[in-house]
């Protein structure tokens, strides 16, 4: 037996061992991809000690439920994740999780929804191409690394992957490697039930080069070639159909049966002992694999040495040098807050999506690390700041890799995912992407991982009520704000004004760990009295205050103005109103408890109002006004005026809870046994 032969078996029974040991898990598809990983992993450029830096080649796992292979590579490579941490696989605490998580060394990015790595996938290689165009010289080459990436027959189906991979033919990503795992099984059987089409005649149709390793099992001088060729290959992303046996080696080969469950006791001994080890031992890692191994990081340390000391040049010579090192180091420009524009109550009124697009003009120059795009929405979205150029490819004349404005075309889902893969590469990239509020839902699988993995992408979210009119309620969110907002991590701001829409960015762009979604509208909306980036940048404030209120409205949004105008309309009245302005509920519920309660105090009733579901108001108020079913095709004031989203219809329903909750001992909603 070769000592790759050993390699590649050691990697299969530690597979094995892993999903043997916690009785739970998937062995099939580590026993046929072992080959390829092995091969992959020959041919890549890391450091296990450094797992960050920025020149590394990147490996995703798309296939996540795979990922005992992955943490098998990862313990023989020398990276954190030891022999003892496969023995913890898929057990509460473990660095050894069901499916690969981000925050582990040499995991990139979190995948197990099927689809999303390969869309991460692309998304790492438009981030190495942009870095690239922007900092390589005659001189010096920082960034030249491959993203390598392994999906399967489940990947391939899912839409994502397909809006991902079309996007990535056309941006000619020739730094992309793919290797579909053709082993025609998924857990309900052959694919032959359900996945018949011709793959590499769709991805030839993509603009993707296409190549076929046909025994993907034992051929690993074929996966070398092909390998080879991929890179060769100019102007096309590769994907390369390695056709393999699930399960090889077992005596459930080739069926489902493999594919999700452990290998019975007698099956493991078989199969240890037919790859030439110990049937009565686990978790074997012979002394020659690790100094194979070994040999390979020590190899991979002069490249990364050589590197560092490339960048030290650089640095010290080329005009970028300083620009270089803040965007390795991961720090913001000092100072961008000052880009961001201000407002008084006496500037005009503007739609707040207008106002997201004044301060994309204004801090763009100051962050060349802010990349992004919109779903074929730019013209209303508002998302292309000015002077601006379209990351393209060069041959097409239309804009050049160094461009910061991505054409997603209409992909939200794969713009999502795309997004985190750009945040995945480092480099202090800030990604954003542009569509209607309503269609983020389109991309929620992704979103949600944004949330998951800690990745701080930006959605600019437009349209964001039944504000916008006549596209009706296909196009009007209702229940899409309650979503996000129930989503852990995740911020949803929904901006009154100018100075809030500003604090959106600003909280947005500095944020290291939480993914914001901005909404905005389509529709105009006055300056307010009492906003600032201060007091927004608490997520909720006293906007309109009053001494000893009957009632406090908290609003968000467009229905902040009117929640004013119904104040005003009541102080005439008799009736002393204050509105509160809750711009975004995660950051608001960071606030310390004093400051909460002097914004939402005892003893007042309070009532929401926003023109979308009441869905989590309660968390705020006594009562909610708000929208509960779908909207309808009109005008946007008389789409208002027919739910009742009018002064006079605020104020009665203002009206009816002051005089219900008078005379009646109230504490803030705010006011819990537990949190």
Not at 2 to 17: G, Y
Not at 263 to 287: C, M, N, R, T, W
Not at 490 to 504: H, K
Request: glycine share 10%; hydrophobic share 40%; charged share 20%.
């Amino acid at each position: 037996m070769s000592i790759e032969e050993k390699f590649i078996n050691t990697i299969r029974l530690l597979a094995v061992d892993e999903v043997s040991k916690a009785n739970s898990g998937h062995p099939g598809a580590p026993l046929g991809l072992a080959p390829t990983a092995h091969v992959i992993f020959k041919n890549m450029k890391f450091n296990p000690k450094e797992p960050n830096w920025p020149n590394r080649d990147r490996f995703v796992l798309s296939n996540g439920h795979a990922c005992a292979l992955l943490y098998a590579m990862l313990c023989l490579y020398g990276y954190k994740t030891t022999v003892d941490d496969l023995k913890q696989f898929r057990q509460v605490n473990s660095k050894t999780p069901g499916h690969p998580e981000a925050d582990i060394d040499g995991v990139e990015v979190t995948t197990g929804p099927l689809g999303q790595g390969i869309s991460n996938a692309v998304g790492l290689a438009i981030a190495q191409k942009q870095f690239a165009a922007r900092f390589n010289t005659d001189k010096y080459t920082v960034s030249d690394n491959y993203t390598y990436c392994i999906l399967g027959d489940g990947c391939l189906m899912e839409g994502v992957s397909s809006e991902a991979s079309s996007l990535a033919g056309h941006l000619q990503l020739d730094n992309l490697i793919a290797f579909w795992d053709d082993n025609h099984i998924t857990i309900d059987g052959d694919t032959n039930v359900a996945f018949t089409e011709n793959v590499l005649e769709r991805y030839k149709a993509y603009g993707w080069n296409v190549l076929h390793v046909a025994n993907g099992d034992d051929d690993i001088d074929a996966i070398q070639k092909a390998i080879d060729e991929a890179k060769q290959t100019k102007g096309k992303p590769t994907l390369i159909k390695v056709t393999t046996v699930i399960g090889y080696g077992s005596l459930l080969q080739g069926t489902h049966g493999v594919h999700g469950a452990p290998l019975k006791a007698d099956d493991v001994a078989q199969l240890k002992k037919k790859f030439g080890f110990d049937p009565e031992q686990s978790f074997v890692i012979p002394a020659e694999v690790e100094e194979f191994a070994a040999k390979h990081v020590t190899k991979n340390l002069k490249v990364y040495n050589d590197w560092i000391n490339l960048v030290k040049n650089y640095v010290a010579e080329e005009k970028q040098g300083a620009e270089l090192q803040r965007r390795i180091d991961g720090k913001l420009p000092a100072d961008w807050t000052k880009a961001l524009p201000t407002y008084t109550s006496s500037d005009k009124a503007l739609a707040t999506r207008k106002l997201s697009e004044m301060v994309l003009d204004n801090i763009t120059a100051e962050l060349p690390e802010l990349i992004g795009g919109s779903a074929d929405l730019t013209g209303s979205n508002l998302t292309k700041a000015k002077g601006t150029i379209d990351f393209q490819p060069p041959s097409t004349g239309l804009g050049d890799y160094d461009g910061v404005y991505i054409r997603y075309g209409v992909r939200e889902h794969g713009m999502g995912a795309i997004m985190n893969g750009i945040h995945a590469f480092g480099a202090g990239y800030k990604a954003f992407g542009g569509t209607f509020l309503n269609f983020v839902s389109y991309a929620s699988g992704a979103v949600r991982l944004s949330a998951l993995s800690e990745f701080p992408v930006i959605w600019v979210a437009t349209h964001d009520s039944i504000g916008l009119g006549e596209d009706g309620p296909t196009h009007q969110p209702i229940e899409t704000l309650a979503h996000f907002r129930a989503t852990p991590n995740l911020m949803v701001w929904r901006p009154a004004d100018g100075n809030e829409v500003s604090a959106a960015y600003q909280a947005a762009i500095e944020s290291t760990h939480t993914p914001s979604i901005i909404a905005l509208t389509r529709q105009n909306l006055p300056q307010l009295e009492h906003s600032s980036i201060e007091n927004a940048l608490k997520g909720g404030y006293v906007v309109y205050p009053v001494e000893n209120p009957d009632l406090i409205i908290v609003s968000s949004g467009s229905e902040v103005s009117l929640s004013i105008d119904t104040a005003k309309k009541m102080a005439g009245e008799g009736y002393k109103v204050r509105v509160v302005s809750m711009a975004e509920f995660l950051t608001f519920d960071k606030q310390p408890e004093d400051y909460k309660l002097s914004v939402l105090p005892d003893g007042v009733p309070i009532m929401s109002l926003e023109v979308m579901s009441t869905f989590g108001w309660s968390k705020y108020s006594h009562e909610q006004f708000g929208l509960n079913t779908f909207g309808a095709s009109g005008k946007g004031p008389d789409v208002y005026k027919k739910f009742g989203f009018t002064v006079d219809g605020v104020s009665d329903k203002a009206a009816k809870v002051i005089e219900f909750y008078q005379g009646k001992q109230l504490v803030s909603p705010l006011k819990r046994a537990f949190n």
